[in-house]
């Protein structure tokens, strides 16, 4: 089965325990990933993205925890996974590229021996294999191999960037996790960074699913952008269609919040208020108190319907006699 | 106000504007060039964007103005009066609240003990005497009104982890708009911020320039916002400008090949990709440089001039200045015409 997806994600819900009772952060996100598909998740701060990421790695810690739901990688469940049968499959068959590479790194070890700590993790013993696919991987991603030897502090903010994925690519991953990766670095650095993880994602075939909060950022890179909205996703679809036609308010508002850098120079609204305390979300659509277009059937929960190019939750596509999926 | 400001002079003016640091130990003493020989000028009720990469320098240009640092060499003039002039107490009070600083993080500049009402009437008892202690609660209610936070009564009363980031960020305006100031200051204003109260931000601040006539620095790594909002740009790399004119003019005709590769790195839904530039350089620390350009080392026209000579900004079209041999020459400049020839003839 060539196209059976390497990463199924059902009704994945993640709570974090509080005093004030539980707060659903990530409520029954399905998401499926193809190989070597590139997804984009985007969505303000807040809104899930990176817990939901966290949910799907198995990396979450108390008060966190995934309250319902599966997440079927190559076939098996990662939720009901043991720590030691994680431990086998993270890393090999699926990495992940942390936000901040300056906290990621071990600030006191060289390069080269947080390589052979990976690899020695994962049952590889003999040094001239770890010398030798250490050399293969700061390669790949443009990183001179004197660097080996060198401490993170030595390196740029973007060389660091590039050092945490070439990590990440030690063992040929199906699937490589990015957690806004490039977002403490300057435009420059990100634009190449973006450029190398394409190339790196073409030539080697891995899955990519990336968090951003800069819809713009992704645009010409992912194939499938998922947009989330206070803990639930709204709209599902091919990115360029998404950008071309948004099929939610929110998405339509997102996209007229980036000013333009060579159209004609528009005033812009952006969204009105702020994104609702998920400790007490509003009933029905919760983005209807921020939405332009709201009207009486929002009160109720919009399920997705088909919006033609994409699917989106917003109940205007039942205005269209759009069918509802899934 | 007797402070002696000169009649017709422009708003603020740097001349020379130098910043260094020590950096290393006792032993190797180093020089770090923060900012180098910066000029430029802002006007009455104008945006000027600040732009440039991280460690480029814009921060210090920032605190300079804020007088959190003094200048190594180098002079701010504000309203034609040389800041390193004002000795008394009042004329330091005058300037601080004529040109008020917001930071970029709203998270860490508002005091968390006390109430949002605390920062802002202290602003306004220490630098609008003309309004009596009972009347200020009124004042900052009508500064928060035209912040658009509603009500303001219950926002004076809020402790900023009550807030939402945009809303904080509209607090760190308001102390600044306390003071009825000429011109803010403003340090990546809405960098912290999402997308959908970014704009929010922006139009604010175009307001406040169109409706009282403030002036801003606006300083960032946004281009976008920059050109969204911005009168003039000002590009920044490694301590000196390089490039600065109309927003408009500089983005669409960029002249700098630093601006260019800038501009071509902005990411753009509404554009195709184009993968013609990559660029894996990075900025240089600068620390005890030799003369040159300090965008040598990355830059795709690089002649043998500018290994030894730093080029100043020269005025190419009206208002619109770089700082690059090979740009001027391309625009006719006379001698640095020649030495890129020159230089040109040598290869």
Redesign the interface.
């Given at each position: 089965m060539p196209d059976a997806p390497v990463l199924e994600v059902r009704g994945l819900t993640v709570e974090y325990l509080t005093d004030a009772g539980p707060v659903r952060a990530v409520e029954r996100f399905d998401l499926d990933i193809l190989p070597g598909e590139f997804v984009g998740v985007v969505g303000?701060?807040g809104c899930g993205k990176s817990t939901m990421l966290f949910g799907i790695a198995q990396l979450l810690s108390p008060p966190a925890r995934v309250s319902e739901g599966s997440v079927r990688f190559r076939g098996h469940d990662l939720v009901t996974m043991t720590d030691r049968q994680l431990a086998t499959t993270r890393w090999r068959d699926l990495s992940v590229v942390m936000q901040s590479a300056m906290n990621a790194l071990n600030p006191v070890a060289q390069l080269g021996d947080q390589f052979a700590d990976a690899m020695r993790a994962h049952g590889e013993r003999s040094r001239a294999t770890i010398r030798q696919r250490a050399e293969e991987v700061l390669a790949l991603v443009?990183i001179d191999l004197v660097h080996l030897k060198s401490y993170p502090h030595q390196l740029?903010?973007?060389m660091r960037q590039r050092a945490m994925i070439a990590m990440a690519l030690l063992f040929n991953p199906d699937l490589v996790i990015m957690d806004e990766p490039t977002s403490a670095l300057?435009?420059?650095?990100?634009?190449?960074l973006?450029?190398q993880v394409k190339q790196l994602q073409q030539q080697l075939g891995f899955a990519v699913l990336f968090v951003t909060?800069?819809?713009?950022?992704v645009?010409?890179f992912s194939d499938r952008l998922v947009v989330m909205y206070a803990a639930k996703a709204v709209e599902i679809g091919s990115t360029k269609e998404i950008?071309a036609n948004p099929g939610h308010p929110y998405t339509e508002?997102?996209?007229d919040?980036?000013?333009?850098?060579?159209?004609p120079?528009l005033?812009?609204?952006?969204?009105?208020g702020?994104p609702p305390n998920l400790l007490h979300p509003p009933v029905g659509c919760r983005f209807a108190p921020r939405c332009p277009k709201r009207f009486e059937m929002c009160d109720v929960e919009p399920p997705f319907y088909d919006a033609g190019t994409s699917r989106a939750a917003c109940h205007l596509h039942a205005l269209a006699d759009k069918k509802v999926v899934q | 106000m007797s402070r002696h400001y000169t009649e017709g002079a422009p708003l603020l003016e740097t001349r020379g504007l130098t910043r260094h640091f020590k950096v290393g130990g006792a032993i190797a003493r180093k020089t770090l060039h923060a900012v180098d020989d910066v000029e430029f000028t802002i006007r009455d009720r104008e945006i000027v964007a600040l732009v440039g990469e991280s460690g480029s320098g814009k921060s210090t240009v920032a605190r300079l103005l804020a007088r959190v640092y003094r200048p190594t060499s180098g002079e701010i003039y504000y309203r034609g009066r040389a800041l390193s002039s004002f000795r008394t107490r009042r004329d330091l009070l005058g300037y601080r609240s004529d040109v008020p600083m917001v930071f970029q993080d709203p998270f860490a500049s508002l005091n968390p003990a006390y109430r949002v009402s605390h920062g802002i009437m202290r602003g306004l008892a220490l630098h609008r005497p003309d309004i009596p202690r009972h009347q200020r609660r009124a004042e900052a209610e009508r500064i928060l009104e035209r912040l658009g936070l509603d009500p303001a009564g219950e926002a004076l009363d809020r402790f900023p982890y009550e807030l939402s980031g945009g809303q904080r960020q509209r607090i760190g305006f308001a102390q600044a708009l306390a003071y009825r100031p000429r011109l803010i200051v403003a340090d990546e204003p809405v960098s912290m911020l999402d997308v959908s109260v970014r704009i929010g931000l922006l139009n604010l601040m175009a307001g406040l320039r169109d409706e009282q006539g403030v002036s801003i620095l606006y300083i960032t790594h946004d281009i976008a916002s920059a050109r969204y909002i911005a009168d003039r740009i000002m590009v920044m790399y490694a301590g000196h400008l390089v490039e600065s004119g109309p927003v408009e003019q500089v983005l669409q005709d960029p002249r700098h090949p630093y601006t260019q590769l800038l501009v071509a790195a902005v990411p753009d839904p509404r554009a195709e990709l184009t993968v013609d530039k990559v660029d894996h350089g990075e900025p240089p620390k600068v620390v005890d440089p030799t003369p040159g350009c300090r965008f040598r080392w990355r830059c795709p026209w690089v002649e043998d001039v500018c290994h030894r000579i730093t080029p100043e900004l020269v005025e190419l079209s009206p208002g619109h200045s770089a700082a690059c041999h090979v740009a001027a020459a391309r625009a006719g400049y006379g001698d640095v015409a020649v030495a890129v020839a020159d230089s040109g003839d040598r290869h």
């Open positions: 303000e701060s443009g740029s903010g973007g300057d435009v420059v650095a990100q634009r190449s973006m450029l909060h800069d819809m713009s950022l645009s010409h950008f508002g997102l996209l919040a980036f000013p333009s850098i060579r159209g120079r005033p812009l609204t952006g969204i009105p702020s | -």
